[in-house]
DNA sequence: GACTGGTAGATAGTGAAGCTATCCGCTATC
DNA sequence: GATAGCGGATAGCTTCACTATCTACCAGTC
């Protein structure tokens, strides 16, 4: 097929199909001659995914790209991982201030306990530090026992993941499992986190009214606060 | 205190801190003369506030102003998380599509199984109908059953959160911990996850050998690894 | 009481990100 | 051979989050 197709079964515009071939997103279709390329399925399939990645997972141009580079690497899914994860972890900002020490000790404490083969100068590992930190800074050091309630969560989370994507399937679509339910499975889980949240906090505030979480303001501008 | 003091003490340059005010996330001091105004502990609380949310949590200045006013409104506790809700999911794209149907199906058959007290229009049930659809659209439906698989886990991370939030609190503590607890929360996990699927995966793919998710490039700036 | 330096508020400028539009020479197809 | 579409290059646009500059004013110091 030719772009113009590759734009209708995919519903991304010509130009921006043309940017992402500029942006190194996209391979080049195959030429046919100087100035006329034909795509493929794989093409359309790339797409989807680049769009999936940055819509759905709210990656940028460049951390897709870095992703999209690690699934085609040769290397092995662990280091795969890693890749993905150096790609999608936003940058962290200082990594000092009156709280980081604190923060950086109590996260290598968790390593440990939990038993972890995990890296305290990991991404992940850096971002949690972060956010340890900025309870501390706003004063809610209350709140950081959640640190230790979500830790045996989120590792049965993981093994849920992990067994899901490498149950009985070529390299290539564990690997590109491994993205997935990194990127996609997070925006997923997230928004099944705060529809619990709704749920919740019905039940324990014994809301039984009529209450509708909807898109927003009833016929007025800005504020949906009456 | 005056600006150059509330800068020093929060770290945020003063044209930000005017910046802020004038997108209306800071509220103004207290004028002492046309010209002059005095800040007080409650612009550091609320300026940490304003980094933890864009820093930590990721949200833009427009989103940290809407969660900031659904703190401020005096509404109950379920009103702002509604709020806090709508404020902080991102904006789902196309509403339809081929496989749109089919993953809204699929979350309201969720919603009804496991008795949830929540609405498939809210903004989270529309995100995740979107991550669900984007999971078929790549060809992937073998990995939407994640979705059952997730829901009993953010059930249990919900019921954490809520029973952590409203403990023996004051009306305040409770509404500024459902916001830093969606927000500064969902970071947290999302770093725990990354980090379990570290140990996860060199668990059972059997790595031995030394590792590290450092990041990036051996040798070069930034790390703080050995 | 002149001087220095900080202040509020307004306006304008900056740089990155993610497209979008236009142009050019060429080509496939009718 | 007319015409619609193509690949590639370049330039422009909009939004976001600041950052810089300017003006009139004020507070403390010598």
Redesign the pocket.
Known sequence: M???ELSRRTGV????I??Y??EGLLL??ER??????IYDESHVRRLRMIRAL?EVGGL???KVRDVLDAVDSPDEPFEVLGAVQRSIEPPVGATDGEHWAQARERVAKLLLERGWRAKIGSPPAQTLIAALASLYDVGREDLTDLLERYAPMAEKIAETDVERVTRGQGIEDTIEGVVIGTVIGETMFGALRRLAHQHVTAMTLGVVEEYDFGPGTAGGSGSHLE
């Open positions: 030719r772009m113009a515009p010509v130009p921006t043309k940017y071939l500029r080049p279709g046919t001659s100087p100035n006329q390329a940055a940028s141009i460049a």
